[in-house]
């Protein structure tokens, strides 16, 4: 038995096949000289969000996670550096037509060096945060901030091994400075992207452009 099916067994153990789902993600993150920045995306009432989606019939963990990735980013492989060794998981129980649902999702992790993502139609806007920001707008999802805690305490506990990416390509288009945004203002798209700052804490909004936020 794969490792994959191995841990699809384990975590559907003594499950119901209706009343369980598992999903698969990429926590996706850029070096800057802060420090790591990690990609949230924004679905709306203050809902904020990893890269994520329901694995297909017959799909692998791996490719569930790529694909989602790919749909709700507009990042593909050739984006993006996966982190070697790294796997965590999201766990957690809801409601749906009064019965329980036990949702499992698996996430990977992988650096990218592309600041402007092409959201899906299902996404409001995105954001790179840096760990406090990205945690503290996570603070309704315990288990979602432990997902980003692990990817975090990885980063900084060892140096790891990752696969190739595409060189970075300068994002001249960033503002230098502004006013602080603590919301999702209001655009001709109504999508809007942000990058975090630990200059006064300050959310500098990215300016779309080309496909993006569209």
């Known amino acids: 038995m794969t490792t994959e099916k191995t841990e699809k067994a384990v975590v559907n153990a003594s499950l119901n096949p209706a009343n369980r789902e598992i999903s698969a993600g990429i926590l996706v993150y850029r070096k800057t000289v802060e420090g790591p920045k990690f990609l949230l995306l924004y679905h709306g009432h203050d809902y904020w ?8 019939n017959e799909e692998k963990n791996f490719e569930a996670a790529v694909r989602e990735t790919r749909e709700e980013t507009g990042l ?14 999201e766990r957690f129980t809801f409601r749906r037509n009064g019965k329980t649902i036990y949702k499992t999702v698996i996430f990977y992790m ?4 592309e600041p402007r993502i092409r959201i ?12 406090k920001e990205a ?17 975090y305490d990885f980063l900084h506990g060892k140096s790891a091994r990752s696969g190739p ?5 300068p994002n001249v288009n960033v503002p230098r400075s502004g006013p602080p945004r603590r919301q999702l203002p209001s655009s001709p798209s109504g999508r809007q992207h942000y ?10 909004p990215l300016p779309p452009s080309g496909s993006v936020g569209r």
């Open 120 to 131: 899906s139609k299902e996404h409001q806007g995105y954001g790179w945060f840096l760990y």
């Open 135 to 151: 945690s503290r707008i996570l603070g309704k999802y315990r288990d979602s901030q432990k997902v980003l805690k692990n990817a």
């Open 76 to 89: 593909t492989t050739r984006d993006l550096r996966f982190v070697r060794n790294f796997k965590t998981y």
């Open 49 to 56: 969000n990893f890269a994520k989606g329901k694995i297909e």
């Open 110 to 113: 992988a650096e990218t060096n």
């Open 195 to 204: 990058e975090s700052s630990r200059r006064n804490g300050q959310r500098h």
């Open 165 to 169: 990416a595409h060189p970075q390509r």
